[in-house]
């Protein structure tokens, strides 16, 4: 008898605000360090807890980055987090973390392992406040990364720039009582033009050409 495969989930995208939110690791490999690296990056307070810590991970604890408790896992250590990854070498604490963090709301996430996961991390990178995300639910995280490395070399360090320019314009207006809807953003972004302005080092010359078009569209003309 055939036995029927597991329909993988359909991840719902989102981005979440850890700033200030303590977020639990535990594991003190590679992999914990990463995880450790990326949510600083985000702000967040890190408890990392793991009786064999990489030696970079103590070096964040003495620099007080992290807040580091050198013992094996306890279930209390759950207490209070935002979110837990659990990347340990051994499975069987993995899915004690799991299960845990299940019995008290928490969203978990175990590195290599999206089947006890509620929620899994893609393949990303980011130009200034500009994030793209690559995920394939978990069935090949070698070709979310082909795909994000291939990405890379078509989004320069310019879309940083045009999201910076886009965020000071619409500040601008808002302060005047100036909105403009979604589709209209959508009609006055030549991408093109203005991403060939901004590789030419011509920063202004792009904001007065997207305020033109922005004139002439609020104008009907």
Known sequence: MKVKEAKSPTYYPIFLNIQGKNCVVIGGGNVALRKVKGLLECGAKVTLISPKPHPEIVKLSKRRAIHLIQRDYEKE????AAIVFACTDVKKVNRKV???????????????????????IPSFFRRGNLT??????????????????????????????????????????????????????????????????????????????????????????
């Open 77 to 80: 250590d759950l207490e209070d």
């Open 98 to 120: 799991a299960e845990d963090a299940k019995g008290v709301r928490v969203l978990v996430n175990i590195a290599d392992d999206p089947r006890p996961s509620d929620f899994i």
């Open 132 to 221: 793209i995300a690559i995920s394939t639910a978990g069935v090949s995280p070698a070709l979310a990364r082909k795909i994000r490395t291939n990405l890379e070399k078509s989004f320069g360090k310019e879309y940083a720039s045009l999201l910076s320019i886009v965020g000071e314009i619409r500040s601008a207006m808002k302060k005047k009582g100036i909105i403009l809807g979604a589709e209209a953003w959508q009609k006055v972004l030549d991408l093109e033009s203005l991403i060939q302005l901004l590789q030419a080092g011509q920063r202004e010359k792009a904001k007065t050409y997207l305020m033109g078009k922005l004139n002439v569209h609020r104008l009907g003309k």
